[in-house]
């Protein structure tokens, strides 16, 4: 059982390059959410997804895009990378219903140069 | 929106003291409480969790407290073991599942040998 499966988990990126970050997950979940993870910050919401053809904002959703085309997959994509994007990426997913654990990713290392 | 302090962000204990990682919310509608650890270079995991309707969880070394009226909730580790250490992050939802989770900031604790 891989559970949630992230790619790359390392990425260097020039100031306004474009990227995709791949997540996975084979647990059948309604639910999957991107977050990013900066030191004293703790981990902020980008995007979110309640299942297929269903995505909306979080926290901090600037500068990245997604789309749930599958239950399984739920890509994030940075259009034009900056700077302020170096973070590490976490990608996670649960049930929909009330007591269901979210599952996490191992992350995606990003480097803006 | 719902904001989530935690406080310490560092603690060191001695192998078999106690541990405790408090953590305060700002939306009196939150209703969903986990915690999570994070061990380096992975994602975090929960670890326990509890919802409004309870005061207080335990799991074997573990528990959790909820005083909804203070909007406070703390994490609590016995008999501490070097495997204990990690970062610990707290979490808070008004969803009904884990939709929108606001993070805490992080405790790194350390388990002195």
């Known amino acids: 059982n891989a559970g949630v499966t992230q790619t790359p988990k390392f990425q260097v990126l020039k100031t306004g390059q474009s990227m995709t970050l791949q997540c996975a997950q084979d647990?059948?979940?309604?639910?999957m959410s991107w977050y990013r993870q900066d030191p004293g910050m703790g981990l902020r919401l980008i995007h979110y997804?309640?299942?297929?053809?269903?995505?909306d904002q979080g926290e901090v959703p600037n500068g990245y895009n997604v789309s749930r085309s599958t239950t399984e997959d739920f890509p994030l994509r940075l259009l034009s990378a900056a700077p302020s994007q170096t973070s590490v990426y976490f990608c996670?997913?649960?049930?929909?219903?009330?007591?269901?654990?979210?599952?996490f990713g191992s992350g995606t290392q990003l480097s803006v140069l | 929106g719902e904001n989530v302090e935690q406080h310490p962000s560092t603690l060191s204990v001695q192998e078999g003291d106690s541990a405790v990682i408090k953590c305060t919310y700002s939306?009196?509608?939150?209703?969903?409480f986990p915690w999570y650890k994070q061990e380096l270079g992975k994602g975090p995991q929960l670890i326990i969790d509890?919802?409004?309707?309870?005061g207080e969880k335990k799991d074997q070394r573990i528990a959790v407290t909820l005083n909804k009226t203070a909007k406070h909730f703390s994490l609590h580790i016995t008999e501490t073991q070097p495997e204990d250490s990690a970062v610990y992050f707290c979490?808070?939802?008004?969803?009904?599942?884990?939709?929108?989770?606001?993070f805490g900031t992080g405790t790194r604790l350390t388990i002195i040998p």
């Open positions: 996670a997913s649960s049930g929909s219903s009330a007591n269901e654990k979210l599952f």
């Open positions: 647990m059948n979940h309604e639910y």
């Open positions: 997804s309640v299942g297929a053809g269903i995505t």
């Open positions: 939306d009196s509608a939150s209703n969903y």
């Open positions: 509890i919802r409004s309707n309870v």
């Open positions: 979490a808070a939802s008004s969803g009904f599942g884990n939709e929108k989770l606001t």
